[in-house]
């Protein structure tokens, strides 16, 4: 029997239940042998709004469900707050209760219809036959939704890959990499002879290692070009001399992308590999880590940091743009991506200002602070400048006269970073504004006042200044800053409560009955996943920050710092994160789709655009933002 | 399904089944104290060559079961008898079903006698029963000789008798389907029709299960209460 003549021989009910399981994942991966075999064997059930589908009480799982029309929702009582919260929904086209059924146990938690709703389900022989038949849903069964993750970064990463070319991930590990068999010295040696060894060997550095093969230094040809020009030592003294002492080091175990932000960081091309024991077991370059790559992280981050133009700076952002693509094609994760962005804006912040201090030094020392998604770390390719100076106030000078000369310097730098594609603050959170350029003292009573005696409208300014790091001159008294503020916020509950309640008001784009929640003004049918995807998540865990001490301000960094501190339970921490993650890594594929197209970029997305796979992943990511939200609600009883 | 057709035919053929006669086909069940939660109940569709049971012809049967409370897939009935376009009057068109495996001249009356034994006997459900009934019953008895009466209950009464302050746009399968958010795969194909009827059941059935009503019996009277209560509203 030919294939086209067994579709028609399969009864119209079975052939409609096929399509309609085609149309979800992890079902649109399967066969039609195997589909078939689920509908023939299925049995369709009515559950009215409120009836429980499945609980504990109904003993071990036998059945396997999909919900054909409707909605599940799962139920938790909690103890604690004497009431019973939402766990998860499941709505059409999706399976329950995995883990019950693959472990062979009841399900955990209380499983009720939310609307009139028809589940199919199979019993578990048909189970057990389509996972030992159907690899792709043996796959999707074990391993759950992170599954389908994994298929939506797949294709993330395939879509940024098809103009790379390359299949190198940056989560290899370094002991992955043909690791080059390092030359190395001893520190006597004379430079002269290293060099010799260098040309023998073909290669741009040399180790010097002690006794017990520990490197203690490294020496480049780049070294050996500055050494005759500037003439600092002769060709036979000792290499130690001119060696970069205590080279950048790293485990055969760290990735290729921990490799990458040390070479960014430090602008060094080559890192040494070692041993538990420190002992040099190889080498690694940039050229290792990206070789069909043609924008490179270290190469532009170094090219950033020695600029010598305002000109050339501007010309370097179209790169960045370009690299994010490339890291996005190695199979960076959009946390590791965002922080590639803030490490090469930094550079070039600081480059500005390094420009501007030799250009025209005001004299007086100061601490250039960024605020917001930068201060986070947490900067895409669309981003504004959220910016200060902390100072202190020299003796004999009142803090207007510092300021008379730090604004005019302020003002320059802001707007040359606005030329480089850092667009001007709206509500002029900048350097150059008066209100933002204060010495020590002045910035402490701000937060005094801010916290204290907090408003309505102090509160939309939290996701600002609360979110706060240095990223030029001396770091100490804002670590000091942060460290009252800190304190402050931990004492006063009132403060926190609101902070809290201003959070809560951030709703993430779902409607009650689970579908997008669209953004009304003008855009009609767009999402705004900065606003009702990423805030939530980022408003909620600075709050539960702030009130635990948490130093970090990486809305990422601080949920692990929760999850040590007991405050996250660390299996909701894992899901909040990726599903902040997967925001985040849309957001930044429509970016990229948006410049390739020459459109500006904006938050905006069109869930229409979006494939089945990615709507409903976004759905549930939005989800557990509501999740995160009500943890907030009962903790601080809103 | 066809498959199973193909080896009852066979074991027919071959004389392995013995109680096939008319007269051996099942009896059908009375509405007693079968509980419904348990009972196996058949929803029905038929399509027809016109709307007068004397001069028109049935084209199709879709049929599901319902069991324990649950439409079971495996456990279903879908057969076209006779398509209008060939012209072909009194032969079985089983499609997937090759020549050789049917008798000459005796597929209507093959697919009618594998028709009845899968029924088992059952309550029968439609939308608009009595349209189905009358074609059925006259089917069966012109090829068959196969007179006994099936329980009848009609779908259309049901949804109102259960939800009486329902706002639907009209009566028909459709306004109620529309009503619950029912999404029908291809209305107007027999089995299709069958399986939202089916879903449109289950739906009364849920009420009717909080609403006390256990056995068969007691749903039966319910629609006959029901239907009294609208004659004398007409009155």
Redesign the interface.
Known sequence: MTAA?QD??R???????M??LQAHAPFSNMGDDHLAHF??????????DG?VVLSAEDGIVHRFYVVK?GRIRGERHNEKAEKTETTFEISQGECFPLAAIIGERPTRTLHRAAG?T?CLSIEQNTFVTLISESESFRDFCLRGVSSLLDQVNQRIQTGAMASMGSSISLSTPLERYALRNPIVCSPDLPIRKAVARMHENNVGSIVITDDSRHPTGIFTLRDLRTMIAEETCTLDSPVRQIMTKDPCCLTAQADAFDAAMLMAEHHFAHLCVVDEDNRLIGMVSERDLFSLQRVDLVNLARTIGTATHLRTLVSLRTDVSRLVDAMMAHGADSGQVVKIITTLNDVTVRRVLELNIKKNDPGIPFTWLTFGSEGRQEQTLLTDQDNGILFQTPEGMTEDQVREKLLPFARVVNDELAECGFTLCKGNIMASNPKLCLSDQEWDDWFIRFIDASTPQNLVYSSIFLDMRAVFGPKEHLDELLDRVSTRVRKNALFQKMLAGNAFQRKPALTMFRNFRFVSEGKKHGLDLKRQGLAPFVEAVRVFALANGVKSANTLERMNELVQKNVFDAKDAAAWKDAYSLIQAIRMRSHQEMLERGEELTNYINPDDLNQLDRRILRESFRQAQRLQQKLEVTYQL | MLEQIRQWIERRRTGRTGNTAPENMPNPKTPGDQLLSECRLIVLDLETTGLHPNKDEVIAVGAVAINGGAIDLSDQFDLILRRPELDITKTVLIHGIGPEALTQGHETEDALLFLLEWMNGDPVLAYHSAFDQKFLEKTLKAELGYTQNHTWMDAAELLPAFFPNALTDGKGLDNWADHFGLEVSARHHAASDALATAELVLIALNKAHKNGLKTLRELHDKLRYHRRLKDIHRM
Request: net charge negative.
């Open positions: 003549n028609t021989t009864p119209q009910n079975t052939r409609s239940i399509s309609f509908a023939e064997h299925a049995t369709l059930r009515f559950y009215a009836d029309q009139d028809f």
